[in-house]
């Protein structure tokens, strides 16, 4: 009995060494693919560093007729037949990463994926992996914190971290609603994958 127990514990160990290795595996592909997608659309688009000290940003949206954005889609740009919105960065962390425009269980092992809205409606949405090149290190971040969305056209908006949450998977809506006022939505899955982790953002008041 004794060594039946011993012999099933050796067992639990390799399994989970082994799982454990695998995600190390799909983690590591996944941010190489990250890497060379961020590569490809800087040369479609330009350094996003480079983009920043522009200091080029949209018009502010009061200016702008809301009917027509409203309707007007997201400017893309098609890498490796994905279609990207841009970059999302993070200055504090030294994160900077291509989004696409469409959410896929595909496209979120390459860079975090648009879930919904735009920037050009105040209601933009970006869902992201809990790797540690994706949005991993967004846990790190304290209120306050810029983060600036980078478009295809070379337009920067500037956002500010406003407040965190933790939300189930079921909340959906609460996830998307203009209402709740916030203008941009950062989200990943919590360790565990049971509940999702996310970050509110305002337009930041010095635009």
């Known amino acids: 009995m004794r060594l039946l127990c011993l012999a099933g514990g050796i067992l639990l160990t390799a399994v989970g060494v082994l799982w454990l290795l695998r995600c190390h595996m799909l983690e590591k592909r996944a941010n190489e693919a990250e890497r060379l997608a961020g590569e490809k659309l800087a040369e479609r ?35 490796d037949g994905a279609e990207y919105i841009g970059f999302l960065h993070v200055p504090s962390l030294d994160l900077t990463l291509p989004v696409q425009s469409t959410l896929s269980m ?81 989200f990943t899955c919590q360790i565990g994958g049971k509940t999702r982790y996310a970050l509110r953002c305002l337009r930041s008041e010095s635009e």
Request: charged residues 25%; aromatic residues 8%.
């Open 45 to 79: 688009i330009g350094d996003p560093h480079v983009i920043l000290e522009q200091e080029r940003a949209l018009p502010a949206m009061e200016e702008m007729d809301a009917a027509l954005l409203s309707l007007r889609p997201m400017p893309t740009v098609t890498v």
């Open 106 to 186: 595909e496209g979120l092992k390459t860079s975090p994926c648009r879930y919904a809205g735009s920037i050009y409606t105040d209601d933009l949405v970006i869902a992201g992996h809990n790797y540690a090149r994706h949005f991993s290190p967004l846990r790190h971040l304290e209120n306050g914190a810029e983060i600036d969305f980078i478009d295809v056209e070379d337009n920067v908006t500037e956002y500010v971290l406003s407040y965190t949450e933790i939300l189930e998977p079921s909340e959906v809506e609460y996830m998307t609603e203009k209402s709740n006022g916030y203008d941009l939505t950062l």
